[in-house]
């Protein structure tokens, strides 16, 4: 089998709809029995409507999930069946999908993204995106949209980029939020897995590039520069500096 895979937050400026469309053109280009997109989310959440997103692109059978039984804590990779269902270890009905409300170790985690083949983020929008850090350090070359934090990420690593189609503005923030292209990413997932047998030395790299550039000393370093380098004022001018209370006109 061929995986895509994801590890994104089932909330609404990450696009499902829009993962869900571009892997349904890409079915229907490669007619590929055995390609299949890994959601590592959690449902029900604060976006998107999970079942409904797989019946409307005819996806049910393409379309696996994470679970862990929050009974006896075993981890399944399964089709859609539902937030919460039967665990085949225990038997109690606690196997839930798994997410925030239900997480993973980081040993565990790190299993999912190692049974990905690349994989994607798919936002308008990021702050950084940890998850694509994460597969990088798991050797699993990487798409992500070209925008945001995202764009930094691909650049640094060595990813694949993938333009926006355009930007359009967020009624409830006025910012600028990326239109992904569906048929580019379709496009890009078909090449990859033409090529396959070229994405494990692209994970290597971008593995190795990933420790060089990210990692925890190096941020802790770039902070502690900071402070020991930034000029500060006296402390009198600052908290113990007296109370300016200015009258309004």
Not at 124 to 144: C, H, K, R, T
Not at 193 to 211: D, W, Y
Request: glycine share 6%; aromatic share 12%; hydrophobic share 35%.
């Amino acid at each position: 089998a061929f995986i895509v895979g994801t590890v994104m937050r089932n909330q609404r400026r990450k696009l499902y709809p829009d993962l869900f469309k571009a892997f349904r053109m890409l079915l229907d280009r490669t007619e590929n029995p055995n390609v299949f997109l890994h959601c590592h989310k959690y449902y029900p959440d604060i976006g998107w409507e999970t079942p409904q997103l797989l019946d409307e692109f005819g996806l049910n059978n393409r379309v696996l999930f994470s679970y862990k039984c929050t009974e006896c804590n075993h981890i399944s990779i399964d089709f859609y069946k539902d937030g919460v269902t039967h665990c085949s270890n225990c038997g109690k009905y606690k196997k839930r999908m798994a997410g925030l409300n239900n997480s993973m170790n980081e040993d565990e985690l790190n299993k999912i993204y190692n049974l990905f083949n690349i994989y994607v983020q798919y936002a308008n929008s990021e702050g950084f995106g940890m998850p694509q850090l994460e597969a990088a350090y798991a050797g699993v070359p990487i798409i992500s949209v070209d925008y945001s934090a995202m764009s930094s990420v691909v650049k640094n690593l060595g990813a694949y980029p993938l333009k926006p189609l355009e930007l359009s503005m967020e009624c409830e923030t006025g910012c600028y939020r990326a239109v992904p292209d569906n048929a580019g990413l379709a496009d890009m997932l078909r090449v990859a897995i033409e090529n396959r047998s070229g994405l494990l030395p692209k994970g290597i790299n971008i593995s190795n590039t990933a420790r060089e550039i990210y990692s925890w000393d190096k941020t802790a370093k770039v902070w502690c520069d900071y402070f020991l380098n930034t000029p500060t004022l006296d402390i009198a001018e600052t908290w113990h500096s007296p109370l300016d209370i200015r009258q309004p006109s």
